[in-house]
């Protein structure tokens, strides 16, 4: 296994982090991890050098951390770092931080958390947990040992993580980051901002959720991948593009088979960073492009369209058009708009004001997308 620097922390964290979210379950449950199938996979990427274990306090229907803590029993504990997260979505009241933290220390049956980030901050729920004043929260379980390092996951655009990263001494973040979002969220800029300040940055969703290890890529992106000199899977292929960045310290992969453990720690402990050659980058860059050129709707998530006034998340929307038309996968697309989605964001709440159009710097034509996102994705649409 490789191991890289994680920030201001002085850890040295493994190449690949695992992300106790996706593991195989049973009879399609989510809450029922098949126990017999997850416990060896993670037991068997720690004892190739994976040092760091990924959870949450909503994975796996609230059962993931509880999961861990059993995972970690027979001194697997000592042999890794533990990260989890307080759901920053469900804090109703200040005192409901240091409840759930207290609750996680529990499930994960340990005294000292040592990675512990505010889950998923977008521009709203950074605004809430201010109002809570989460800096006395993450200094005070600090001090009193409850946590070692604090962080946060971050889903929302550059400037808002800007923000973010200077509003507190944190220890690292998580970003999303893959070969093709290298300018969506946080991206690439995001990545490097947080490095100098000092912060360890790890990163999550370097398959896009798997959508960049499918076997059945579209045919002329598996086209440009046989171009290269040395055969690799899509997996690979993407795993590379994000740990070739010198400021990537951990990437986070959700594995949901043995398979995938042993190609991705086999990955790990090779991806040296700045290691792709020219050549390899260069067809990263024409298959990042061949996938851009599926993409339906020219949406860059710069969010000038938003508030929309009638409350249309526009962006999400959107998100889930180019999703659709990327990966020919129009089941989560309908996903995100039914069920992702509340009702006043989906498409059928837009009232065609056009106020988004007068700020939508890629001059697109809103109303007229919507309707179409609506047509094919909405259950039960009303025409307008
Ligand atoms: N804090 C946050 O807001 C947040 C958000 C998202 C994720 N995370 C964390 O980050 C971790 C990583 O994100 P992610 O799980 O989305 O990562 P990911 O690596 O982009 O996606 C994981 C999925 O990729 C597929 N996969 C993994 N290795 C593969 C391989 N070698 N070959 C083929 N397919 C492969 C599997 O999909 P199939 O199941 O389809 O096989 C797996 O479920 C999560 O597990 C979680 O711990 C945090």
Excluded at 323 to 341: C, G, S, T, Y
Excluded at 350 to 365: A, D, K
């Amino acid at each position: 296994m490789l191991y890289r620097d994680f920030g201001k922390t002085g850890l040295q964290l493994s190449n690949l982090g695992f992300g106790i979210m996706r593991l195989p379950i049973i009879d399609n449950d989510t809450e029922r991890i098949d126990e017999e199938k997850a416990l060896p996979m993670i037991r068997y990427a720690i004892d190739q050098g994976v040092n760091y274990i990924d959870t949450a306090w909503p994975y796996h229907g609230g059962k993931s951390e509880e999961f861990c803590a059993k995972v970690l029993k027979n001194g697997y504990r000592e042999k890794v770092r533990i990260g989890t997260k307080l759901p920053c979505w469900e804090m109703k009241q200040q005192s409901d931080m240091n409840v759930y933290l207290d609750k996680q220390l529990e499930r994960l049956e340990v005294d000292q958390i040592d990675l512990y980030l505010l889950h998923s901050l977008g521009a709203d729920s950074w605004k809430t947990m201010k109002e809570f004043d989460y800096y006395s929260f993450l200094d005070d379980a600090k001090k009193s040992g409850k946590i070692k390092y604090a962080g946060f996951s971050f889903h929302d655009n550059l400037d808002v993580f800007e923000d973010i990263v200077d509003d507190y001494d944190w220890d690292f973040c998580f970003i999303q980051l893959n070969f093709l979002d290298f300018d969506y969220q946080a991206g690439v800029r995001g990545l490097k901002y947080a490095h100098k300040k000092g912060m360890g940055v790890m990163l999550m969703e370097p398959l896009r959720g798997g959508m960049l290890a499918r076997t059945e890529v579209p045919s002329e992106i598996q086209a440009i991948w046989e171009q290269a000199d040395q055969a690799r899977t899509p997996a690979e292929w993407a795993l590379r593009a994000v740990w070739n960045l010198p400021e990537t310290s951990v990437v986070l992969s959700g594995m949901a088979s043995m398979e995938q453990v042993v190609e991705n720690v086999k990955i790990a402990s090779e991806a040296e960073p700045g290691s792709l050659t020219g050549k390899e980058l260069s067809l990263i860059e024409k298959a990042t492009r061949a996938f851009r050129e599926r993409i339906s709707v020219d949406c860059t998530n710069c969010r000038y369209c938003m508030p929309c006034p009638a409350g249309v998340n526009i962006p999400e929307l959107f998100w889930a058009l180019n999703h659709a038309a990327l990966f020919d996968d129009h089941e989560k697309a309908r996903f995100w708009v039914n069920d992702f989605l509340k009702a006043e964001e989906r498409p059928s709440a837009c009232v065609e004001c056009g106020e988004c159009e007068e700020h939508c710097p890629q001059n697109i034509p809103i109303r007229k997308t919507l309707r179409e996102i609506g047509e094919r994705y909405e259950d039960n649409v009303n025409p307008l």
